[in-house]
């Protein structure tokens, strides 16, 4: 019997990278999901964004997993597409148990006082705003299950401490700690556990690309991925430059699950030792 | 289906009882072979009866029952030499350790309290982890294959609570000084690929917990009564909440987690 048999899981940004990674793992362990994201790309991004054939791969990857997925192209700036569709995969799939609001871009790298007030308004929207909409459509589902759940809120070490040169990112992603904390409390009387993760670098196509070899060598002109890969471990403890997807997925899972029951309200690094080091 | 420890050894302290007798059990489940430790004797200024003889054989049966090797050795966490021997003879029999649970503690809390409580449960509670710690690091070095080492702190390890008695400030100093080692030791030991994490209980359904001395020393005083609420309607958790958290964090689901203080709290310590 999977550790998550017989639940439903919500999914953002689930084209791809994390998001596809934790619709797998879940489904796995006996989870239907249901998926959402943007796929497509916004200027300030210095990556190639998800596309629809992203979503329908991983479409395709749950389904040869043997279990259910209703995906849809949603923004998690638009309340009403993020309720809609979470609306539409409960009526499909008959409950909901547990959120992963994964959802997020890395933007482009400025000092603070060079950010272009639409970027750090974009940023808000997306990687803080859209993990509060993703929360309030799925609360009311979650709760009339009446069984309790589990929301899991990627944050990133970005959220507990500071990083130059991403002051929108890391002031989005501290902000989804607050809100963490206040729906941990808030949601505690109805056995709704909140959580969020707090990965350190994690190889995927948001990170691993040549505008973040360069936020983290700003000391070379052009540097490669080996340049990368030696300041990437040079933030971690574990002598290792970046973690894999599969090793968010992984706490997203075990904090899912009925093994964290009693887990709520706690800020979860997955991140190599890098907030100790 | 494998376990997810099959062929690993766990080192757990205070494992003759409560949540370390829990913590073995579940682990062996997994597949690990269990190196257990407990004082199984009364320290004076502990006011409810402590763990037994008879008890670390119950965990020595229970582990048995599942088909896993146990070595079990009734020794003192404060004596290094002792805790030594005890390592070295459980090694001798099942192999390198890849797991430590440094477990083991007292909670000497009562309504006549004596000076003595603070250096007692400072002696247990802190420098019996530092010793655990210490007696297995060398060999889990040389071993070459990394590990995980988790150290149980406690929810009065990330807040001030415990009361004003000598047994509740040291109880409280010893908690949060289990922090301290756990990030010195995650830092220091991460090039070996050892990892080291804390977990921090909220109240736990364990005969340290549920006593006649304990509930009268929380409801003498109200501030403290009110410090055991849970944010979660749950008065108490299960010492397998704890052991689920640890076989978490020892497994290869979670490796890259390091220098983690992890609450398992029941959304105690959020909610103040």
């Not at chain 1, 589902?141 to 070490?157: E, F, W």
């Not at chain 1, 700003?218 to 080996?226: K, L, R, W």
């Not at chain 2, 030594?84 to 009562?110: H, K, T, Y």
Request: aromatic fraction near 4%; charged fraction near 20%; hydrophobic fraction near 45%.
């Amino acid at each position: 019997m999977g550790r998550v048999e017989g639940k439903v899981a919500f999914i953002t940004g689930a084209a791809r990278g994390q998001g596809r990674s934790h619709a797998i793992r879940l489904a796995q362990e006996g989870a239907d999901i249901i998926a959402i994201d943007l796929c497509e790309g916004l200027p300030e991004n210095n990556y190639p964004p998800a596309t629809e054939e992203d979503l329908a791969e991983t479409v395709r990857q749950v389904e040869a997993l043997d279990r259910r997925i209703v995906a849809r192209k949603a923004d998690v700036r638009d309340f009403d597409q993020v309720k809609s569709a979470v609306d539409a995969g409960v009526a499909e799939l008959g409950r909901l148990d547990i959120v992963s609001a994964n959802a997020g871009i890395a933007g482009s790298f400025n000092r603070a006082e060079d950010i272009p007030d639409d970027e750090w308004v974009n940023m808000q929207e997306i990687n803080l705003s859209g993990v509060w909409r993703t929360c309030k459509a799925a609360i009311p589902h979650i709760r009339a299950g009446g069984r309790g759940g589990s929301m899991i809120l990627t944050s990133s070490d970005a959220g507990l401490f500071a990083f130059p040169n991403i002051a929108h990112y890391v002031a989005a992603k501290h902000g989804v700690v607050g809100l963490m904390r206040t729906l941990a409390l808030e949601l505690a009387p109805d056995m709704i556990r909140v959580n969020s993760v707090h990965p350190t670098v994690v190889d995927t196509p948001m990170v691993n690309n040549e505008a973040t070899f360069k936020l983290f060598r700003p000391d070379i002109e052009h540097p490669t991925a080996d340049d990368f890969k030696e300041a990437a471990q040079g933030i971690n403890a574990l002598p290792i430059p970046w973690v894999d997807a599969v090793d968010i997925s992984n706490a997203v899972l075990w904090l899912a699950s009925d093994e964290a029951r009693y887990v709520t309200g706690v800020a979860l690094p997955v991140d190599a030792g890098a907030n100790v080091k | 289906m494998a376990g997810q420890l099959e062929g690993k050894v766990a080192f757990i302290t205070g494992a003759a009882r409560g949540q370390g007798r829990s913590h073995a059990i579940r682990l062996a489940q997994e597949g690990a072979d269990i190196i257990a430790v407990d004082l199984c004797a009364q320290i004076d200024t502990v006011a409810y009866p402590m763990a037994t003889p008879d008890d670390l054989a119950e965990t020595v049966r229970s582990v048995e029952e599942l088909d896993r090797r146990i070595h079990a050795v009734e020794a003192d966490v404060r004596d290094r030499d002792a805790l030594q021997a005890a390592f070295d003879a459980g090694v001798a029999e099942l192999g390198r350790v890849d797991i430590v649970l440094a477990n083991a503690g007292i909670a000497p809390l009562s309504m006549n309290p004596v000076p003595e409580e603070w250096q007692d449960v400072i002696d247990v509670n802190l420098t019996g982890v530092y010793h655990t710690v210490e007696v297995a690091k060398p060999s889990m070095i040389e071993g070459g294959r990394g590990g995980a080492i988790v150290l149980t702190s406690s929810t009065a390890g990330l807040a001030g609570i415990g009361g004003s008695t000598p047994g509740g400030l040291g109880y409280t100093a010893a908690k949060h000084g289990v922090v301290g080692l756990m990030r010195s030791y995650a830092n220091q030991l991460a090039e070996h690929s050892i990892r080291v994490n804390t977990i921090h209980p909220t109240g736990v359904n364990t005969p340290m917990v549920v006593n006649d001395v304990m509930q009268e020393f929380l409801q003498s005083d109200p501030q403290l009564g009110q410090a055991m609420a849970n944010a979660l309607p749950v008065d108490m958790i299960e010492a397998v909440d704890l052991s689920n958290a640890i076989l978490w964090l020892v497994s290869d689901a979670a490796r890259y987690v390091t220098g983690v203080t992890l609450p398992v709290d029941a959304g105690f310590l959020n909610k103040r």
